[in-house]
């Protein structure tokens, strides 16, 4: 019985100590700058690599806009790699519309300021590390049209 009683504490230490171990969810704030006008909504998607430049990114937010600079916040935030994807969904329509030759209507912007050179940034360039606890990013609003 003392045996049965030992091994379980020893376990319950064992996961306490795997549980310190892995650092806590996080919370990222975003400060957009450069928004030309207070139309619409500005939205946020964090995403990992394979779901970088797609719609479905796991944590995302979307606040009414404000000419100059549009805070949000993300809660829960697992600590990895992630690219940031922002745009400015001026008409409120849920997606980035586009011009000729797919030039994106609204501002787009990514992590790290990365750069759009005729195609979307790369992951490379957009990639950046959520340790966990709270943590703040800049991001340059762009306009094409």
């Given amino acids: 019985m003392i045996r049965k009683v030992a091994v379980a504490a020893l376990a319950g230490v064992a996961l306490a100590g795997a549980a310190a171990a892995s650092p806590p969810p996080g919370e990222l704030t975003v400060r957009v700058s450069n928004v030309r006008n207070a139309k619409g909504v500005v939205r946020i998607g964090l995403c990992?690599?394979?779901?970088?430049?797609?719609?479905?990114?796991?944590?995302?937010?979307?606040?009414?806009?404000?000419?100059?600079?549009t805070t949000l916040t993300l809660r829960g935030v697992v600590p990895g790699a992630?690219?940031?994807?922002?745009?400015?969904?001026?008409?409120a329509n849920h997606k980035?519309?586009?011009a000729l030759f797919g030039l994106p209507k609204e501002g787009v912007g990514?992590?790290?300021d990365a750069p759009i050179r005729m195609a979307p940034?790369?992951?490379s360039d957009?990639?950046?590390?959520?340790a966990?606890?709270?943590q703040t990013i800049q991001v340059k609003m762009r306009y094409f049209l």
């Avoid at 992630?82 to 008409?91: A, K, P, R, T």
């Avoid at 957009?126 to 959520?130: E, I």
């Fill in 48 to 69: 990992p690599q394979a779901a970088f430049l797609k719609p479905d990114c796991p944590y995302e937010a979307a606040v009414p806009a404000h000419t100059g600079v």
């Fill in 82 to 91: 992630y690219g940031l994807q922002v745009f400015h969904d001026e008409n």
């Fill in 96 to 98: 980035v519309d586009k």
């Fill in 110 to 112: 990514f992590s790290n």
């Fill in 121 to 123: 940034p790369k992951w």
């Fill in 126 to 130: 957009a990639v950046f590390a959520v």
């Fill in 132 to 134: 966990g606890g709270a």
